[in-house]
């Protein structure tokens, strides 16, 4: 149950707000409100004064209109005025020895919400985002058993949780709070699952950092304004140590397979564990948080046996191999390859970059920036601050209008945009592209994608990307690969292109969900088999003939828009755990989707997953399977999610 529509204040004081005490002048707080954001500013002010007065002055924000925006659109003239009323409210509140922020009323926060985003968000969407927001620090999705059960019922229902990246480990944490018995199973000798895997030069996360990271755990010192791969795994690595679920982690174990037993309503769970012997182990539930991109995809070119230089996977990357000086091909473009691009180009002699279709891409020209000492002041210092930084960042509003991905019925659809929006963005994105290759008309006709933006996930850059395209000691190459050769590739005009060292920037194996587990379910059903070309599950997460059996960032579940995958994780661990819940209190040993409910959501599913850009045929797309059907992503909202995920139907499920 949701603390914040119980709770008749739903900003109680609590971890979340900033506490230290303000020792500035008021011309050292003027200097710092310069650079922080005005309208988390304004709305923080309204704690400390305890009056809306000062966004009631007449003057609207707008929503987002980039990434990480934080600016409200407003002038320069009405920033400077919300300063300087900020900084007036902030002065007197520290001199009046900072007393204890005020508490919203309902209504007000209402207000103060649709300040935040320029709009009227839905009365519906405040508890989401408060809860989002976590403003007191509580863990509004903790685990809470609804009925007295004893500690031997919960002994008998053993979890296995098979990967421990940040889904497995939330998972193993929920279970945790609710004192079931649970072991999880890790293939690594870390968590961490992708920003473990992924050490790439130049990863970082594509969500404003404030917004990629667990709702109840919220790290208020984040270096920069989107994590660096590093600062990932160490948050994670920390989650996981303050959860305690370590001491539950096997390391170096990988699950291979698992059949669920009907005879004794168990899963039987095949692995190879750390000194690489088999062993079997039982389980009354058994959850796959594996990820969804974790397996990586290595073409198989012809000659590959003959080259003699080095070759690697970005997602295996060799840290013992030195590209200094070094001629380096990268094979791919996509999120990878213009992250890694910039970095190898620095170091290597010559780079060679092959590139197979073109990627849209936004520029962000503060997508490599420092967390300014200004905004960690106001983070710190300023109550709410934090909680109303992460809420705009998180850009509720994009959850609000999808159009942007959405087909348009009356748009002309000519292959290049879907929907007016879509073509706007599209004219954006053209338009950055045009500017930073002006002087290189030749490389513009190569990186100009011609299908419509979104139809794969646009990668994020500063522009640094397409400038090191220019660089004299980098090649891009368009020619598909014809093979390779001892020395390096040669394309399909014939050129040889050499090569010390050849990356593998080529993705993950996107449509093989859960590979390479074999999961046999009731009567020995494999879940490949009953999947056939449509996999999925009810909400992406329970299969028919595959009882007590959950998935975490399974098939259908990518998010097509808004949001991040954590939030995803989060509203997973919390249907999964209540499942798991269910079946305690009532002590059932068996719990089953229906077949018609899975059925139905997989048919309401697949008709609005046509609404949207990846259903179309242009461009290629991992989203879609070789039948060009979307079986990886969500068509549906936060919202939605939220809504669906809180609490299992108990009609819903079979069981015993
Ligand atoms: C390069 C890259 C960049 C990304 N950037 C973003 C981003 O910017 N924003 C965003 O929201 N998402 C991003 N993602 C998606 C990202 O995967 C999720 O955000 C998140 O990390 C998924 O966590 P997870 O725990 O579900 O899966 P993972 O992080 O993939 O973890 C799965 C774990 O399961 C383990 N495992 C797998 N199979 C087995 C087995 N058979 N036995 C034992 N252990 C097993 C793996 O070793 C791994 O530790 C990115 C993904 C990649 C690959």
């Not at 003239?77 to 300063?83: I, K, L, S």
């Not at 601050?385 to 019925?409: H, I, K, T």
């Not at 399909?492 to 449509?511: C, M």
């Amino acid at each position: 149950m949701n603390a914040v529509s119980k709770s008749p204040s739903p900003v109680p004081a609590g971890a979340n707000q900033a506490t230290r005490q303000i020792t500035e002048s008021d011309a050292e707080l003027s200097e710092i409100l310069k650079e922080v954001s005005p309208v988390a500013l304004a709305l923080s002010a309204v704690h400390m004064s305890g009056s809306l007065d000062i966004i009631r002055s007449g003057v609207k924000t707008k929503p987002p209109a980039r990434h990480a925006d934080q600016t409200g659109s407003l002038s320069l003239e009405d920033a400077a005025n919300f300063r300087h009323r900020a900084l007036q409210i902030i002065a007197a509140w520290r001199n009046a020895r900072q007393p204890a922020p005020y508490v919203p009323t309902r209504s007000e926060l209402q207000e103060m919400i649709n300040f935040l985003f320029g709009r009227d968000i839905p009365a519906a969407y405040m508890p989401l985002v408060l809860e989002d927001m976590a403003f007191d620090g509580e863990d509004a999705r903790a685990f809470r058993w609804k009925r007295e059960v004893s500690e031997a019922r919960k002994q008998s229902h053993p979890v296995v949780i098979v990967g421990a990246g940040m889904s497995g480990i939330l998972m193993g944490y929920r279970l945790k709070q609710a004192g079931i018995p649970f072991t999880i199973i890790e293939k690594n000798d870390s968590v961490g699952g992708t920003w473990y895997e992924n050490q790439y030069p130049g990863l970082r996360v594509d969500v404003p950092s404030h917004a990629y990271s667990f709702s109840f755990r919220q790290s208020h010192r984040w270096p920069n304004l989107y994590s660096k791969q590093a600062e990932l795994l160490a948050y994670f690595c920390k989650c996981a140590e303050d959860f305690g679920v370590l001491p539950h982690i096997r390391f170096r174990c990988e699950v291979s397979a698992a059949e669920w037993v009907e005879s004794e309503s168990l899963w039987s769970i095949g692995l190879t564990n750390q000194h690489g012997s088999e062993e079997t182990m039982k389980a009354q539930s058994l959850v796959s948080a594996v990820g969804f991109l974790s397996r990586p995809q290595v073409p198989s070119f012809p000659g590959f046996d003959q080259y003699k230089g080095i070759a690697f996977h970005s997602a295996r990357w060799r840290h013992d191999v030195s590209l200094e000086g070094k001629r380096v091909i990268v094979i791919g473009n996509a999120a990878t390859g213009v992250q890694s691009i910039p970095e190898i180009a620095k170091i290597a002699a010559h780079l060679t970059v092959f590139q197979r279709s073109p990627g849209w891409s936004l520029i962000i020209p503060e997508y490599h920036r420092e967390i300014r000492a200004t905004e960690q002041w106001a983070i710190e210092h300023l109550p709410y601050y934090a909680g109303w930084m992460r809420a705009l960042l998180f850009n509720w509003c994009q959850d609000l209008s999808p159009e942007w991905m959405m087909v348009e019925a009356d748009w002309p659809q000519d292959g290049r945009s879907v929907s007016r929006v879509n073509e706007m963005l599209r004219q954006l994105m053209l338009g950055d592209m045009q500017r930073i290759m002006a002087d290189r008309p030749d490389l513009l006709a190569k990186v100009a994608p011609t299908y419509p933006p979104f139809v794969k996930r646009p990668t994020l850059q500063t522009g640094n990307f397409y400038e090191t395209l220019k660089r004299d000691n980098v090649e891009l190459v368009t020619e598909p690969i014809e093979s390779f050769t001892a020395t390096g590739i040669r394309d399909r005009t014939g050129a040889v292109h050499e090569a010390d060292v050849v990356i593998f920037a080529t993705g993950f194996q996107a449509q093989k969900f859960l590979t390479p587990m074999v999961i046999k379910g009731s009567g020995g059903i494999e879940l490949n088999e009953f999947w056939q070309d449509r996999p999925g599950g009810y909400l992406g997460i329970v299969v028919p003939r595959f009882p007590n059996f959950y998935m975490m960032y399974g098939p259908g579940t990518n998010l097509g828009y808004g949001g991040n995958l954590i939030y995803n994780s989060e509203m997973q661990s919390q249907y999964i755990a209540g499942c798991i819940r269910m079946a305690t209190e009532n002590s059932w040993r068996r719990l089953e989707i229906r077949e018609p409910v899975f059925a139905e959501y997989m048919a309401r599913t697949a008709r609005k997953l046509e609404q949207f850009v990846w259903s179309t045929p242009y461009g290629t797309t991992y989203f879609r399977n070789s039948k060009g059907k979307v079986t990886t992503n969500s068509p549906w909202s936060l919202f939605e999610m939220w809504n669906w995920h809180r609490e299992p139907d108990t009609q819903h499920f079979l069981h015993e």
